[in-house]
């Protein structure tokens, strides 16, 4: 896992961020970190073009079509309340074929289609482990 802020050098967490080699790099897109991270994904997917990239966020809550179009550098967007569907598309990030029982994926296969996976709700909120809890949840950065 890797934390960073905007006021990060891109470059200081890419290179992190590489010395993991990961299959999946997974972020939260926000409305005033979203272009520090497209920066940022950018280089990781020139660095390594076979690992899987995954935004969720609320800038993806309207029609994702268009984004997926023009930053090919990320696969896939979660749409809506990402905590049950991420935690499904992580089982089969590397089965592409199974992304579209996804609820709340959007993207584009292998043949140019766009996928719209509709937006993703919680069923079992009670299921749900407090934010607080998670060993992603980090009390030191904003």
Request: charged fraction near 25%; aromatic fraction near 10%.
């Amino acid at each position: 896992m890797v934390r960073t802020t905007t006021g990060e050098s891109a470059g200081i967490t890419v290179n992190a961020v590489y010395a993991h080699k990961p299959d999946v790099i997974a972020a939260t897109a926000w409305l005033f970190t979203h272009e520090h991270l497209l920066h940022i994904i950018g280089r990781l997917k020139a660095l390594m073009p076979e690992a899987t990239m995954i935004l969720g966020g609320p800038e993806f809550l309207g029609d994702n079509k268009e984004y997926m179009l023009r930053h090919q550098e990320v696969d896939a967007v979660l749409r809506g309340e990402g905590e049950e569907s991420f935690a499904k598309w992580i089982d089969v990030w590397n089965r592409r074929e199974q992304w579209s029982d996804i609820s709340g994926l959007c993207y584009i296969d292998n043949n140019g289609y766009y996928h719209d996976g509709g937006t993703a709700r919680v069923m079992e909120f009670d299921k749900l482990m407090p934010p607080e809890e998670s060993q992603l949840f980090c009390w030191e950065k904003p």
